[in-house]
């Protein structure tokens, strides 16, 4: 409330007068939007989430300090993360898991500005797709070797995580990835006659990476075949 007093001055016709009256102010209503830049992506990338705050007049508001920005409900920065850019509030998210994520805010207003809340948008996020190549070192009875590697999107080595080689449509053998550039799969016992085999390998994926079939190095096709040659005497 604003108190106000007003004084008439005497004169020679008049005498003085008084008078104390209080004023309400009343704060202006705001508007809050949330904008993404994106809406579709995988872990790992960014998002930029840009909140748009202005007063019945049409201002822009930049009063940070008093916005809170949730991510599927929870509060996701402090005022320190976020930047004022051309008049908006920004801050980038870095994505860490699957699924869908709901973004919106709210402005708890000042003493001139009433809050608002924003408007609910959304991303997903998927897992990262995979690459997994074998090669086959040797092909002989009783001693099939397969030197396989599993790389992401940007060619970054894969080094946790397991693949599955399935011979003639049997129980897949499960074998864990080294923790190296490579892992080598010995199949001694697996295959114990000559000729042509079925055998695919596939890397399982998990919460971060998507699975993928392996290719042959070979001719960069799917695995389906190892042809088998007999052990030299």
Known sequence: DL???VTYIENSDY???NKTTTITMARIDSTVSVDL???ELIIGQKVNITVNITDADG???TDKDNVVIYINGEAIVNPDDIQVVDGNL???NVTVAEGTFTVNATYNGNAS???ANSNTVQFNVGRIPTVTNVTVIKSTVANVTLNVTVKDIDNNIIKDGKVNVTIAG????EVELSGNDY???YLLNNITSVGNHSVTVEYTGNSTYLPSVANNTADNKVLKNITVTPRSS
């Open 113 to 115: 500005v009433n809050g």
């Open 59 to 61: 201002n822009q508001i």
């Open 3 to 5: 108190k106000v007093n």
């Open 37 to 39: 830049n994106a809406t």
């Open 170 to 173: 049997n129980t897949p053998i």
């Open 90 to 92: 920004t801050v980038v």
């Open 15 to 17: 005498y003085s007068s």
């Open 183 to 185: 892992t080598i799969v």
